[in-house]
Each structure stands twice: as C-alpha cells, then as structure tokens.
C-alpha cells in the first residue's frame, strides 16, 4: 500500500485496489464446514417440505369449501321462486294467446263499445 | 465440475443421496465464497445452507447438467444478495463489532502472534466492507465475483444471462465507485494524520 499521507494517481490507486482484492481473498478463506452443515441442510428442506406441504393441503381445503358453496348456492337459487311468467313463454304460445277467442271476444267488444259512442 | 453430470442427473431425478454428495463435493468452495461475498464468517454456514437448500427445490428448473456450476453460482449470489439486504434493513452495528469479533475469537483460541495476523485479516476485510458500501448490494456481489472469485466475464454471462458489454459497462461504474470511495479514505486519513502531527 501506498504511504498514507501521499496523492496518489489513478494508475497507484488502480494497483492498490487490485493488491486490496488479494489482500481480501487471502483474509476470507474457505471456511472448512462443520458436521452440522449438512445435517442442518436437510433440515431446512423438510422445513420447507412440510410448509409446502401444509399450503398445499390448506390449498385443497379452501377449494373443497368453495364448490361446497357453490353447490349449495345452486341448490338455494333453483329452489327459489319462480321467474315471471313472460320468461316461460315461447314466442308461439304468446301469439296464440292472443288470438284466443277470449282475446278476440274482449276485442270486439270493446271496438263495438267506442262505434256505439 | 467438482462432481460428474450423471451425479447431478440423479439429483435432479430425486436421488437424495446423490444430492448429499453434491453438498459435500460443493460446500467447501460456496461456503468460500459467501465468506468473501457477506465478510461475516459467523453468518456464513446459514447462508451456505439456504444455498443448498433452494438448489435442492429448484434442481428440477435446472435445463441441463452442463450449467450445474453457474446455476449454483447464481444461486449463491442470490441467497448473499438477500442476506446483505436482510441485514441492511436490520441496520445492525457491524462493521465496527466485526473486528473485535474477530479480535476476541481469536485472543480465545491462540496465542499474540496469530492474533496479530487476525487482526491484520480483519483490518483488511473491514476496508474492503466499507469501500463496497459505496456501491448498491447487486453490484458488490458482482464486482466481488469478478474481481475476488476470478470469475471471468464469460461465466458471469452464463450467472446473470446478461451480455458481457452490459457487465463490463456495470463492473467498470463499480470500480470507479470503489476506486473513489478509496481515494476519500485515503485523503481523510492523511488529513487526520497531519491533524495528529499538527
């Protein structure tokens, strides 16, 4: 390292980085294991293994009580009162319907009820 | 490759044997290298097992066997990177008790001169703490597998899937950082040396 104390240039300063990264390299070396190292690996993914697991079945749970209410909602609306009856109608009973004779009766009542006047 | 491709094979089809013997052929060199990357030894075996364990759940992402060793690479970055970030947000003192840590296990387990030789250890890793604090926790972890691991460029392309000219562009704002960092340093304790002399 340079002495303290000195500007350096960028080229010195360049060289002491560089003697730095060694410096470092050689102050972290590898660390040799202990026995618990891979024991302790293990451990973690049954950890993990275990937590994934439990999601999962919460997972299938909360699915299983949404189709529950599903069917059961189903169930409530068919069983709930009928729609009007303009719903249950076809096209072709309505204009039979209105060329009943009742219709028809009503109708030239009523046209015979306005001559009248 | 520490360990052959039909090894790795097995892992990745569930063999967990074979996958104790990929930590045992791998750890030594990860736990190197998160030693460099995180600079606190006493963190170092925790991180080392998150590494293993997040390449036991993501084997079956892996492609082929030929990329095992950046995939594992990568995956060591990753767990340093979120333990510097766990520990920024801690805001925990650590530079400063780093040392002494190192001071007093030291003191405990040998005699003056191997104390001396830490001591000089943890002044270097304590400057080279402080200089990456001036770069973001992405690009220490980058700058210090460059420059530290001897990674080359071509395999940190293989790491980050990154071109090399975006690395070179990104390694060379690192460097400048660091090398300014070091320059400031530098001026403040000649400053303070002239106070002293003064």
Known sequence: MAKQGETLNPQELERQLNRLWEAYRRACPDPEPTAAFLPGVWRLIEKRRDSTYSLCRWAQALVGAAAAVCVVLGILLSAAAPGPVFNRTTYVEALAEENSPEVQLYASAFSNENGSR | MLVDFELVER????????????????????????????????????????????????????????????????????????????????????????????????????????????????????????????????????????????????????????????????????????????????????????????
Do not use: C
């Open chain 2, 11 to 198: 892992a990745r089809a569930g063999d967990d044997e074979a996958f104790s013997e990929i930590v045992g052929a791998y750890r030594k060199r990860v736990l190197g290298t998160i030693a460099r990357l995180i600079g606190r030894p006493e963190d170092v075996e925790d991180v080392g097992q998150q590494v293993f364990m997040r390449l036991y759940l993501s084997l079956n992402q892996l492609r082929s066997p030929e990329v095992f060793e950046p995939w594992l690479y990568r995956l060591t970055a990753n767990a340093a990177y979120d333990y510097l970030r766990r520990q920024r947000r801690r805001a925990e003192s650590r530079l400063a008790d780093l040392s002494e840590q190192q001071v007093v296990m030291a003191d405990a387990a040998a005699g003056f001169q191997r104390l001396e030789e830490e001591h000089e250890r943890a002044r270097v890793r304590e400057l080279v703490q402080s200089l990456l604090s001036s770069v973001s926790e992405e690009d220490r972890i980058l700058l210090l597998l460059k420059e530290v691991e001897g990674l080359s460029l071509k395999e940190l392309e293989k790491i980050y899937h990154v071109n090399e000219n975006a690395l070179k562009v990104r390694l060379f704002r690192a460097r400048q950082r660091v090398l300014k960092a070091l320059a400031a340093k530098q001026s403040s304790s000649a400053a303070s040396k002239a106070t002293g002399r003064g």
